[in-house]
């Protein structure tokens, strides 16, 4: 049964910086593909980076690009953490962990649709 729990969130003040870690399990490492997407009450949610485990490859929405670094762990299979540095009000949501399994690393950055989401967890940044 494939599972994905995440951690880490909180709270902070601008200029601050989280780090949220996800941990998939019942994969297939080799093809692994994992993110985030975050969410605010009323709006669409927002996929916001996506790592490809075998070719490396990574995505970053405009607006955290520079800020944030998603990585898997090379020690743990199926680990990805995403460090958030100066961190702003407009950061403020409840962030999802996603996983899935690609072959193809740009199919798993373009990607749309993820098989299995974690539950949330909430990142608020105070100005």
């Known amino acids: 049964q494939a599972q994905v729990v995440e951690s880490g969130g909180g709270s902070v003040q601008a200029g601050g910086s989280l780090r949220l870690s996800c941990v998939a399990s019942g994969f297939r490492y080799s093809s692994m593909c994992m993110g985030w997407f975050r969410q605010v009450p009323g709006k669409e949610r927002e996929k916001v980076a996506v790592v490809h485990f075998s070719s490396r490859q990574t995505y970053y929405v405009d607006s955290v690009e520079g800020r944030f670094t998603i990585s898997p762990d090379n020690a743990k299979n199926a680990t990805v953490y995403l460090e958030m540095n100066n961190l702003k009000p407009e950061d403020t949501a409840m962030y999802y962990c996603?996983?899935?399994?690609?072959?193809?690393?740009?199919?798993?950055?373009?990607?749309?649709?993820?098989?299995?989401w974690g539950q949330g967890t909430q990142v608020t940044v105070s100005s």
């Open positions: 996603v996983a899935d399994t690609w072959r193809s690393g740009s199919s798993c950055l373009t990607a749309t649709v993820y098989s299995y």
